[in-house]
């Protein structure tokens, strides 16, 4: 099965960095990276020492009871968007992640979710991508539940 990790779009990306607000309508918080943060945008870690923006972030375009909000960190500096891989990011170096199926509505697909460690990653988006009711996969911190990025179908 082939798959792809996908970064957030440059839009909103660029939004935030401007000074835009963010999904419950507040600016981002600045902050100076302590190079254990990933920017969600370029997919990489930012590197100690240099600033990040923490934001409230909703990935989906439906307002539904699914539709989760959360904190996620972006390069407080305009970064390139990363390209598009069937391979673990760089920012995915944690020990664990939350792995859940969405369906094409963008709601989650009971019995899909759980927590993943870092080394199977790759073997759950297999058994998701699998179903064919399974649209996308979404990649959350399992520790603090960062949206970390989205996965989707090759």
Avoid: W
Wanted: net charge neutral.
């Amino acid at each position: 099965m082939r798959y792809r990790y996908v970064p957030l779009p440059t839009g909103p990306v660029r939004a935030l960095q401007n000074g835009g607000l963010d999904a419950y309508g507040q600016r981002p918080e600045r902050q100076i990276s302590d190079g254990t943060v990933g920017c969600r945008h370029c997919l990489r870690n930012i590197p100690e020492g240099e600033a990040c923006l923490l934001a409230a972030f909703r990935p989906f375009d439906s307002m539904q009871p699914y539709a989760e909000t959360g904190p996620l960190y972006i390069c407080a500096a305009q970064c390139s968007p990363a390209v598009e891989r069937a391979v673990l990011p760089p920012l995915l170096d944690s020990s664990a992640y939350i792995l859940r199926g969405y369906d094409a509505e963008e709601r989650i697909i009971y019995g899909t979710g759980g927590v993943t460690g870092v080394d199977g990653v790759d073997a759950r988006l297999e058994v998701l991508f699998a179903r064919t009711d399974v649209a996308f996969v979404d990649v959350r911190s399992a520790a603090n539940n960062c949206f970390q990025c989205r996965v989707r179908r090759a």
